[in-house]
């Protein structure tokens, strides 16, 4: 059975930092690109950051938003991802979710979600 389950979400303050983490089973998480992904309330679900599966492993990418705020990391050894967040605003305030995805076969999974909130 696949399952990605996140974790680490909370309520923090502005300016304070928060990790997340997503343990993958059920597939081989070495072979899929990871992404975590976030939806506000009222917006669309949008990708936060990503990184790569085979061949090309280990290459991160972010949004804008993300970009020097945010690190995306992952261990295989231990089928986990993780988004390390930092300077956090209101704004990031959101649903956080992980997903599996593998190019060559175009199947992909998605968690259930770990809840931040920023706010003061």
């Known amino acids: 059975q696949v399952q990605l389950v996140e974790s680490g979400g909370g309520l923090v303050q502005p300016g304070e930092s928060l990790r997340l983490s997503c343990v993958a089973s059920g597939f081989i998480f070495s072979d899929y690109a990871m992404n975590w992904y976030r939806q506000a309330p009222g917006k669309e679900r949008e990708w936060v950051a990503g990184?790569?599966?085979?061949?090309?492993?280990?290459?991160?990418g972010y949004a804008d938003f993300a970009d020097g705020r945010f690190t995306i990391s992952r261990d295989n050894d231990k089928n986990t991802l993780y988004l390390h967040m930092s300077k956090l605003y209101p704004e990031d305030t959101a649903v956080y979710y992980c997903?599996?995805?593998?190019?060559?076969?175009?199947?992909?999974?998605w968690g259930r979600g770990t809840q931040v909130t920023v706010a003061s």
């Open positions: 997903r599996a995805y593998r190019r060559a076969t175009g199947r992909e999974y």
């Open positions: 990184t790569t599966g085979p061949p090309t492993g280990g290459l991160t």
